[in-house]
Structures are given as structure tokens and as C-alpha cells.
């Protein structure tokens, strides 16, 4: 049996005429730059985050970049991180000029540890970026009492979280502005880039609005210097045809991963660590990440039986060799560092069938039980 990360190709098939329709609708209008389709998807992806504005954009990577902008981070600020993400959330911080401030994370969650924030607060430190790592929310109380206190602005990198729900609330609403990926492998994936800024407040919408469209309002008028990052109507039209499923996928994949949780500690509970899913937290499970030993070893033999893992992240932010310059070395943040050694995530998508998922799991029991 070959059981892949993702499979695409069967999601396609169930929503094929769906999206050819819209497809060829878009050719037919000819409108393919920030049409209706953009609009829509704007309009749903706010509601769905309980704000008031959605703005599209060509990437997650520029949304974290225009939002940081938009909240007016400059050449010498400093952004707090987590040190354990995508290179993404500190690659926005350093394009513009500011200093990523790297912090270490809660060992269960995966996600940013707000006492690790706290610490790393100085007189330059303007903005916050939390990461819902693997469809969880961070601890965004904690966080936004730290941002509140301090006079920072909170951007949330939810680029692996739409429609995850923090003590009630959803990820989007939790912090001045939130970020979208629609990466083909996320939750709610385009068929190529397309990301999307969230936020509640106008005017720090409307500045990513003017931001995308090279800094112009009117058009052909220049006040700031911004960029060519415009979400286009036909990634904007399948996302609109996926949006309607997006709930459904997600409690889909709810339930495999309690399936794998109850398959892993029938037998494997000593070895292996399964998501931990906080009680103020409604998980998505984007990825279905464990901890296990020997884990470079597992991944081998995982990939000689034909299940496909992967390892998010392998290497810290701040171990980076981009970053050399920052000064941080091995044992600055242990509790990443354990995790880039013992984190490998295993198959899933909505459509996992329960026979691929009691193959894995016996694959797992062959390693560490032989």
C-alpha cells in the first residue's frame, strides 16, 4: 500500500465539474485581476473569521509582509517570533529591515510560548507574530496581555489555521490583523499562490489594500512604495467552490485524528507522543504531527513501506544559516530544538480511508515494537 502526504488528485475529482464551471466562467467574463470571485472570497474568509475585512493577496508570504507594513514596522524594529514555524514568518520580518527577535515554544503545543515573548520584549520590539502551528491556536490571551502592555501590534500567521477557534473565538479575530496561506497542500488550497490579510480594523485593511496594488489610490496615483501582490480571479474562483467544503473537511479531519490517536495508544503510548489539543482549542489538524525516537531512523523505514511523512521543521529559525548574522546558537531554545529532532507528521487529508490509516500505524508498531 503507498499512502501519500496529501491526495489531491481524489478532491479534484469530486469537485471537477464544480470547478471547471467556474473556471471557464472567468474566461468567459475576461475580468481577471480583483473581480468579483476575489470580492467573494474576501467577503467569506472575513465572516468566517468574525471581521470586518478580507483583502487578497498574491501569497501567505506577502500577506505577513504587507500586514507588517500596514502596522507600521520599519527598518530597525524588532518582531518576535517563534524560532520553531516556516521561514516564512521571519523572512517578512527581515525583507523589510526590521530584526526578527527569535522565542521558544510550549513543548505540547508546538506553538510560541508566551513567557519566552515576554523575556524577549525590548524598547525596539513593535510587533508580535504568533503561529497556529498544525491547526492549533496559540494562547492568545497571554499574548495579546503582553502586546497590550507593552504598546505592540499583533499580527497572527494563521497561514495552517483557517477556521480553528481559540476559547471560542476564531483564529483571524484574535490580534490586529491575521494572515491566510491558500498553498495548495493547506486546508483551503488554491491550485497554485494565493494567500489573504484578515483584520477588524479599516484602516489597517485599507493599507494593505494600497500596499498590493504597487502603494496606488487612486489608480496611478503614488503616496507609498508598495509591491504587485493581487490574488487573481482564477485561484480566487476555486477557492470559492472549496470554501463551501472547508468546514466539513476539517471535522473530517478531526476525526482521523482521533482514529490515529486511538490506533496509536492501543499499543504505542509509551513511545509516541500524539497531538496534544489544548481544552480552549478547536484544532484542524493541518498537519497530525507525533514525537517519537529515532526519528530520522522511522522516517526510513516509514518510506521503504510506502508511507509518506514529513518533518516540519528540521531545522530551528534561529539555526539558520540566513540568520548566522543574529548571533543565536545551538541550546539558545532547547524545547525547539528537542522538537526539529523528534516531530515527523504522518499522512493526512480529509479523504484518508481508515484501512491507510491502520496500515500506517502497523508500520509504526513494526519499528519501534520489533
Known amino acids: 500500500m503507498n499512502i501519500p502526504m496529501l491526495d489531491l488528485k481524489e478532491q479534484y475529482q469530486t469537485l471537477k465539474y464544480d ?4 473556471l471557464e466562467e472567468v474566461m468567459a467574463s475576461s475580468q481577471f485581476i480583483l473581480g468579483q470571485n476575489v470580492k467573494k472570497l474576501e467577503k467569506d474568509v472575513a465572516n468566517l473569521s468574525n471581521v470586518s475585512h478580507g483583502v487578497g ?7 505577513l509582509h504587507l500586514s507588517l507594513l500596514a502596522c507600521g514596522v520599519e527598518p530597525g524594529d524588532e518582531v518576535i517570533v517563534p524560532t520553531f514555524t516556516f521561514f516564512a514568518t521571519a523572512g517578512a520580518v527581515s525583507r523589510i529591515g526590521a530584526t526578527p527577535v527569535f522565542a521558544d515554544i510550549d513543548p505540547k503545543t508546538f506553538n510560541i510560548d508566551p513567557q519566552s515573548i515576554k523575556a524577549r520584549v525590548t524598547e525596539r520590539t513593535k510587533a508580535i507574530i504568533p503561529v ?14 503582553i502586546a497590550q502592555k507593552n504598546g505592540l501590534s499583533v499580527v497572527e500567521d494563521a497561514a495552517q489555521a483557517i477556521g480553528s477557534e481559540y476559547r471560542g473565538r476564531h483564529v483571524g479575530e484574535l490580534g490586529d490583523m491575521a494572515c491566510y496561506s491558500f498553498f495548495p497542500t493547506k486546508n483551503l488550497g488554491a491550485y497554485g499562490d494565493a494567500g489573504m490579510i484578515v483584520s477588524d480594523q479599516e484602516s489597517l485593511a485599507e493599507k494593505s489594500r494600497v500596499l498590493r496594488v504597487h502603494g496606488s489610490k487612486p489608480k496611478y496615483h503614488h503616496h507609498v512604495l508598495g509591491y504587485n501582490s493581487r490574488l487573481d480571479e482564477m485561484q480566487a474562483a476555486i477557492l470559492n467552490v472549496k470554501f463551501e467544503y ?11 485524528a482521533e482514529q490515529y490517536n486511538s490506533l496509536i495508544n492501543e499499543k504505542l503510548a509509551d513511545v509516541i507522543q500524539t497531538p496534544y489539543e489544548d481544552d480552549n482549542n478547536y484544532h484542524i489538524y493541518h498537519q ?30 534561529h539555526l539558520q544559516p540566513v540568520f ?46 520489533r
Open 19 to 22: 470547478i471547471n464551471a467556474a
Open 246 to 256: 472547508l468546514n466539513q473537511w476539517n471535522e473530517l479531519r478531526r476525526q482521523k
Open 57 to 63: 493577496v498574491a501569497n501567505g508570504s506577502d500577506a
Open 324 to 369: 548566522k548574522d543574529l548571533g543565536y546558537k545551538k541550546g539558545d531554545f532547547p524545547k525547539a530544538e528537542e522538537a526539529c529532532d523528534e516531530v515527523i507528521s504522518l499522512p493526512m487529508f480529509p479523504e484518508l480511508q481508515q484501512d491507510q490509516q491502520e496500515y500506517v500505524v502497523k508500520q509504526l508498531e513494526a519499528f519501534f515494537l
Open 288 to 317: 497530525y504531527t507525533i514525537r517519537v525516537p529515532r526519528r530520522d531512523e522511522l522516517q526510513a523505514f516509514l518510506k521503504e513501506k510506502g508511507v509518506a511523512s514529513m518533518i516540519y521543521y528540521p531545522i530551528p529559525l
Open 132 to 145: 497556529h502551528l498544525y491547526g492549533q491556536a496559540a494562547d492568545m490571551d497571554s499574548i495579546n496581555e
